[in-house]
């Protein structure tokens, strides 16, 4: 089985920009989660999704927004984008229910200047 | 509120050697555990889970141990192996809250050959 996918790898944006990232989930995983990893706060969840539904959300501002679509595969965005973002964001998918294992993608690394 | 805490951020071990690393909860909530590793630039990679109603897994040359009074666990890696060089995390989840899995801090091990 394919793993889960992000594009981009890389992202260069500038403050006050707006920013999407995909993801594709392992084939079969309905739920997939969002996570934001930085040097200062680790890596804190940001929102879930199953069945084109949010299920959880983190403690991030409604900047940070997110998508699934019918196919599962998710998007996050964030609008008028801090020097803060910068993070490498991680996308994770499985099974539904709780107390299954999470996979994650490889992260898009975001940059902002 | 650090909920799960990695209290050491490195460990060196020789190869062979056995090597631990420790992490602690409060959330009694919790009732899913798991332990992750890291490579620099690349998301984390699933190693062991272990559900509250455990005390140990096993899975090939990682063993995780549950301490649930003292909101303890522990990986274990016999032997080590210089490849096991990377950042671990643990991550803990409550049925309650979905797929949300709250993450230590990390602990960086380094094999020495």
């Known amino acids: 089985k394919a793993g889960v996918t992000q594009t981009p790898r890389y992202l260069i944006k500038t403050r006050g920009q707006q920013v999407t990232l995909s993801c594709s989930p392992i084939?079969?995983?309905?739920?997939v989660s969002w996570y934001q990893q930085t040097p200062g706060q680790g890596l804190q969840f940001l929102f879930e999704y199953f069945s084109e539904t949010q299920r959880n959300k983190g403690n991030f501002p409604g900047r940070f927004s997110g998508r699934q679509f019918s196919n599962s595969r998710s998007e996050m965005n964030v609008s008028t984008l801090e020097l803060g973002d910068s993070a490498l964001y991680l996308c994770a998918s499985s099974h539904t229910g709780p107390n299954y294992e999470q996979y994650f993608g490889p992260g898009t690394r975001l940059t902002v200047t | 509120d650090q909920q799960v805490k990695q209290n050491s951020p490195s460990l060196s071990v020789q190869e062979g050697r056995i090597s631990i690393l420790n992490c602690d909860y409060t959330n009694s909530m919790f009732d899913y555990f798991l332990w992750y590793k890291k490579y620099p630039a690349e998301g984390p990679t699933f190693l062991i889970s272990i559900s509250s109603i455990k005390d140990k897994n096993e899975d090939g040359r990682f063993t995780v141990f549950l301490n649930k009074s003292a909101k303890h666990l522990s990986l274990h890696i016999v032997p080590s192996q210089p490849g096991d060089s990377a950042v671990y995390f643990c991550?803990?989840?409550?049925?309650?809250?979905?797929?949300?899995?709250?993450f230590g801090g990390g602990t960086r091990v380094l094999v020495k050959p």
């Open positions: 991550a803990a989840s409550a049925r309650a809250a979905g797929n949300k899995l709250t």
């Open positions: 084939s079969g995983h309905r739920s």
